[in-house]
């Protein structure tokens, strides 16, 4: 393939089909920018005294580690100046970020992860960044929490980047899923993989096992005949992956197929489910339905939900296209 970097991809999409303004490129070689310096930040580990965990906790009551604050300060430094935002929304932030006064402001609201996975950092397991692109309504100079509110059908692009043995940026601007692996040389994204697709058919779940007394019966049945394989209905053998990092779990699912599963249990009725919606469910809804999957939250398409809330959470089945349709019937019926 000829070597295609970042900037010259999004050039290309702009002439070609229109679909990218100069401001949503600038926002993505910004994002780019941002995830490499987190890229380096957590590749530095120990030596830099950023392990561990900071005197802090997040909006979730979760403890932050140290990383997890720089990689958000990294985020919003890399986009404040740039004039393409309205606003930022981030996991690590129990409000969105205004735009500062001394900097123009643009159309696009951008909701980010910034280190997902980060309990696996002390341990040097694969973790990664979730970015998600909505526009700001018309008209609004000061957005507020109601305006992010968006169902994820209305993002304009998605994106993560998986901090692991490379560093990749994978995307989507709505036309198909796009890898580039970081040239650390040249210190410049290189296009490896267009239009990345999901086998339809798979056999290999992902879920964490631990908490399967406290499922809903229909993800009770559907991961015993998983676990019957050959023997049960299903009629073939499956295999079991769970990194926990949802960036790590989506990308192998994105690049072999799969299906991740995090659904809600009894521990906490009133909680939908683990991850949030916001910035980890809809932008990797986005990704994988554009790569040909299909993601529920066990009864409807989750880019159809209508958040309620910034930091909602949402139970997430999503990737291979056959398996998540069957588990999502097992809830239907
Ligand atoms: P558990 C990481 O903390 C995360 O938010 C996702 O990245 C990951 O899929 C999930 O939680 C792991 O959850 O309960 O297995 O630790």
Same mark, same amino acid.
């Given at each position: 393939m000829r070597r295609v970097t970042l900037t010259q991809f999004l050039i290309e999409e702009q002439r070609k *089909?229109?679909?990218?303004q100069s401001d949503l490129r600038l926002l993505l070689e910004v994002v780019a920018r941002a995830c490499k310096a987190i890229s380096i930040a957590i590749g530095k580990g120990g030596l830099a005294d950023v392990l561990g965990s900071a005197a802090s906790e997040n909006v979730q009551g979760e403890v932050q580690k140290k990383l997890d604050v720089i990689s958000n300060e990294i985020l919003l430094e890399a986009n /404040?100046?740039? =004039?393409?935002? %309205?606003a930022m929304a981030s996991e690590e932030m129990d409000h969105p970020y205004a735009i500062p006064h001394r900097y123009p402001k643009g159309e696009y609201l951008l909701l980010f !992860? +910034?280190? !997902?996975?980060?309990?696996?950092i002390d341990v040097n397991v694969s973790v990664g960044t979730i970015f998600s692109v909505l526009r700001c309504p018309e008209?609004?100079? &000061?957005? /507020? /929490?109601?305006?992010?509110? &968006? +169902?994820? %059908?209305? &993002?304009v692009c998605a994106g993560y980047a998986v901090y692991g043995p490379t560093t990749l940026l994978v995307l989507t601007l709505g036309s198909g899923v796009h890898a580039f692996t970081l040239d650390r040389e040249f210190g410049s994204f290189v296009l490896t993989q267009r239009d990345l697709t999901i086998p339809p058919e798979t056999k290999e779940f992902s879920i964490n096992m631990s908490n399967m007394r406290h499922w809903e019966p229909p993800v009770k049945r559907y991961i015993e005949e998983l676990l019957a394989g050959?023997?049960?209905?299903?009629?073939k053998d499956f295999n079991m992956r769970w990194v926990a990092s949802m960036v790590a779990d989506v990308h192998r699912i994105i690049t072999r197929g799969g299906i991740f599963m995090y659904p809600r249990d009894a521990? /906490?009725?009133? *909680?939908? =489910?683990?991850?949030?919606?916001?910035?980890?469910a809809n932008p990797m809804s986005f990704i994988v339905e554009q790569a040909g999957g299909a993601a529920t939250n066990g009864r409807q398409r989750i880019l159809d939900v209508q958040p309620q809330t910034l930091h909602e959470r949402v139970a997430v089945f999503l990737g291979s296209r056959s398996e998540v349709e069957r588990v999502t019937s097992y809830h239907l019926e």
């Amino acid at each position: 393939m000829r070597r295609v970097t970042l900037t010259q991809f999004l050039i290309e999409e702009q002439r070609k *089909k229109q679909i990218i303004q100069s401001d949503l490129r600038l926002l993505l070689e910004v994002v780019a920018r941002a995830c490499k310096a987190i890229s380096i930040a957590i590749g530095k580990g120990g030596l830099a005294d950023v392990l561990g965990s900071a005197a802090s906790e997040n909006v979730q009551g979760e403890v932050q580690k140290k990383l997890d604050v720089i990689s958000n300060e990294i985020l919003l430094e890399a986009n /404040e100046w740039g =004039g393409h935002l %309205a606003a930022m929304a981030s996991e690590e932030m129990d409000h969105p970020y205004a735009i500062p006064h001394r900097y123009p402001k643009g159309e696009y609201l951008l909701l980010f !992860d +910034p280190l !997902d996975g980060s309990s696996n950092i002390d341990v040097n397991v694969s973790v990664g960044t979730i970015f998600s692109v909505l526009r700001c309504p018309e008209g609004i100079v &000061q957005p /507020e /929490e109601h305006h992010f509110l &968006q +169902p994820g %059908a209305r &993002q304009v692009c998605a994106g993560y980047a998986v901090y692991g043995p490379t560093t990749l940026l994978v995307l989507t601007l709505g036309s198909g899923v796009h890898a580039f692996t970081l040239d650390r040389e040249f210190g410049s994204f290189v296009l490896t993989q267009r239009d990345l697709t999901i086998p339809p058919e798979t056999k290999e779940f992902s879920i964490n096992m631990s908490n399967m007394r406290h499922w809903e019966p229909p993800v009770k049945r559907y991961i015993e005949e998983l676990l019957a394989g050959k023997t049960g209905p299903r009629g073939k053998d499956f295999n079991m992956r769970w990194v926990a990092s949802m960036v790590a779990d989506v990308h192998r699912i994105i690049t072999r197929g799969g299906i991740f599963m995090y659904p809600r249990d009894a521990r /906490e009725p009133d *909680k939908p =489910g683990k991850l949030r919606i916001m910035y980890e469910a809809n932008p990797m809804s986005f990704i994988v339905e554009q790569a040909g999957g299909a993601a529920t939250n066990g009864r409807q398409r989750i880019l159809d939900v209508q958040p309620q809330t910034l930091h909602e959470r949402v139970a997430v089945f999503l990737g291979s296209r056959s398996e998540v349709e069957r588990v999502t019937s097992y809830h239907l019926e």
